[in-house]
């Protein structure tokens, strides 16, 4: 069987995307290159720290017939309809060059996802400067192909005279170090520190001896350091490109009703605990999380507990924790 990865490299590297967005916790993300929108899926489900909801997505492609495909698959569903949201979500496509001027769009991230390598090297900066530049978000994710790692792709060549790269549409692929320096000497200049992380670290069935040369894919995370406006740096070629025009908007209906009473409201919640559990055993507060009526009136996982250890009249920290569970993860009922 030949080598292969396990979750597959697309999967990860969506993983390693999502969990980078949020660690610095933001809300409002646009995606340069979105494609068929597959990066903007992923982010639709909510995260787990629901303390910081993405509440808005932002894409950008040069292709109508992508941005179709991703508004096929970025539109809300039935199950949206009748499962709502806690947050609202909106996403917003848009047809045009990412070098285009700016969309009128409040973010704090962007999303550039093996796009670099299908634009000319030396259009590039050109790039560098929309994201870092204008844009200048408070976070900009890059990622690219390694092009060391093609060294176990046999079909490939790499290191050879007949070398080719892994799509036919790459215009480049960068070693590590090329990498490097591309991140380097745009943090540099915009006012960004830059963190290089790797993508596809291990391949299942590889070979005796497999050396990973940094992933199969290459990260680059850029955190402001400085709100001051940037020029282009020397050697920047700005050409005119046409406005961005709006392609599609998408809201996801959310939960919007005013809180419970709180007498309804305890009553709500009495109702369900006796539902998961009788009134001798604990529960999980994660068991009382997972009803999405309850995560409608609460909003947040920390409400929700504070909420349990102000009625403690109805509501104790279990005695005995479990081993794996943080205090005030399980409760009983106290009778009352």
């Known amino acids: 069987m030949a080598p292969y990865f396990r979750p597959a490299l697309w999967e990860q590297r969506r993983i390693c995307i999502a969990r ?4 610095h916790k933001v809300g409002r993300v646009l995606e340069v290159g979105c494609g068929e ?11 787990s720290d629901d ?12 292709s109508a017939e992508a941005l179709e495909k991703a508004h096929d698959q970025l539109k809300p569903t039935d199950h949206d309809t009748w499962s709502l949201r806690v947050d609202e979500l909106c996403i917003e496509l848009f047809h045009g060059s990412a070098m285009a001027p700016a969309a009128p769009i409040a973010i ?28 200048r978000p408070r976070l900009a994710v890059f990622t690219t192909p390694n092009a060391e790692f093609n060294v176990h792709f046999p079909a490939l060549c790499y290191g050879t005279p007949e ?8 215009k480049f692929e960068w070693t590590r170090a090329e990498f490097a320096q591309w ?14 992380r790797g993508i ?5 069935n590889a070979a005796e001896g497999f050396e990973p ?22 050697g920047c070629v700005l050409e005119p490109c046409p406005e961005l025009v709006p392609y599609a908007t998408m809201k996801y209906p959310f939960y919007a009703q005013p809180p419970l009473p709180d007498e309804q409201l305890l009553e709500l919640v009495l109702g369900i605990v006796r539902f998961l559990v009788d009134a001798q055993s604990a529960f999980g507060l994660a068991d009382l999380w997972s009803v999405l009526e309850v995560r409608h009136h609460f909003k947040r996982r920390q409400a929700l507990q504070t909420w349990l250890l102000g009625n403690s009249r109805h509501f104790a920290p279990a005695g005995q924790q479990e081993q794996e569970q943080p205090p005030a993860q399980r409760y009983t009922l106290t009778g009352a």
């Open 108 to 135: 704090d991230a962007v999303v550039c996802s093996e796009v670099i390598e299908h634009v000319q090297e030396s259009k590039v900066p050109a790039l560098t400067h929309a994201v870092l530049g204008v844009y």
């Open 37 to 47: 929108g597959n990066i903007l899926s992923f982010l639709v489900s909510p995260a």
């Open 163 to 170: 070398a080719r790269f892994r799509d036919a549409d790459h």
């Open 51 to 62: 303390e910081h909801p993405i509440t808005h997505l932002y894409g950008i492609d040069i």
């Open 200 to 204: 596809g670290m291990t391949m299942r």
């Open 20 to 23: 980078a967005l949020y660690e």
């Open 213 to 234: 040369y940094g992933g199969c894919s290459q990260m680059a995370l850029f955190t402001r350091q400085s709100e001051d406006p940037k020029e282009p740096p020397p």
């Open 183 to 196: 991140a380097q000497d745009a943090a540099a200049h915009y006012g960004y520190q830059v963190e290089l």
